[in-house]
């Protein structure tokens, strides 16, 4: 009798632990499932860390690789300050800009971004500044990887050949437009407001997609962004940049462009 009493109480903890499992995972996956297109107003290409987690604050994404992973192109100490503390500053004062203005939480950064004159002018530029560089760094971190390839395929290739020409012509003009981009800010392949692929850059954290841009690659010409490895060798660090590009980061992000 007391063998059945254990056994039917060890039955009844087993199954309540799977219970309460199941239950937390679901409601996690629903919950995370709502935060994404929380405060959505229009299709845009967000990633699943620019939105906030459940506690509505913005949160620093973990890099899917480590530190040393995209050595020799990019060192692990530009990594480890680039992505601890530049991206997370940048995370940290965008929390602080929005803490006062309860209609701007719960939405994504790109949302935030996507209408600068909606956002009270008192915390306008701070949020053009942060929301930009969260934004910018967790795309950039998603559009890197250790394994990457030196060409890209699918339909972003066949698009890139179509507006440039070919391949070359095109890594030609975008590291043109890094290298002459005064001072801090990025380089970008876009899809622009007319539907076509185009190279831009922009100027400090401002994000294209406040110009109405998709932004499906960038590289960060900052020089908290090179300078440990390359110092004023700006261009040298765009041609290394390469060999980190995730193509198939890049092409998802373009089939997901072109269906929206
Ligand atoms: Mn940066």
Request: proline residues 5%; charged residues 15%; negative net charge.
């Amino acid at each position: 009798m007391p063998l059945i009493k254990r056994f039917s109480w060890l039955t009844f903890a087993v199954i309540l632990s799977v219970a309460l499992v199941l239950g937390i995972s679901r409601s996690s996956i629903v919950s995370t499932a709502t935060n994404l297109t929380a405060g959505e107003t229009s299709p845009l290409l967000a990633s699943a860390f620019t939105a906030p987690d459940p506690s509505g604050e913005f949160v620093l994404p973990p890099l899917a690789y480590d530190y040393d992973a995209l050595e020799p192109y990019i060192d692990e100490q530009t990594m480890m300050l680039h992505h601890d503390k530049h991206h997370a500053s940048y995370v940290k004062n965008l929390n602080d800009a929005i803490a006062d203005y309860p209609e701007l939480q719960g939405k994504t950064v790109e949302t935030l971004l996507q209408d600068l004159e909606t956002i009270p002018e008192a915390i306008r530029t701070a949020v053009q500044n942060n929301g930009g560089g969260h934004a910018n760094h967790t795309m950039f971190w998603e559009t890197m990887t250790p394994d990457g390839q030196s060409v890209p395929s699918g339909a972003s290739a066949q698009a890139i050949d179509t507006q440039f020409g070919d391949f070359a012509t095109f890594q030609t003009a975008f590291n043109t437009a890094g290298k002459n981009q005064f001072g801090s800010g990025w380089a970008w392949l876009v899809i622009n407001p007319a539907g076509e692929l185009e190279i831009t850059a922009t100027a400090n954290q401002d994000s294209p997609i406040s110009a109405g841009s998709q932004p499906l690659l960038g590289n960060d010409v900052w020089e908290h962004a090179y300078y440990l490895n390359y110092q004023n060798k700006r261009g040298d660090y765009l041609d290394a940049w390469w060999n980190t590009v995730n193509w198939d980061v890049v092409n998802s992000r373009y089939e997901q462009a072109i269906r929206l």
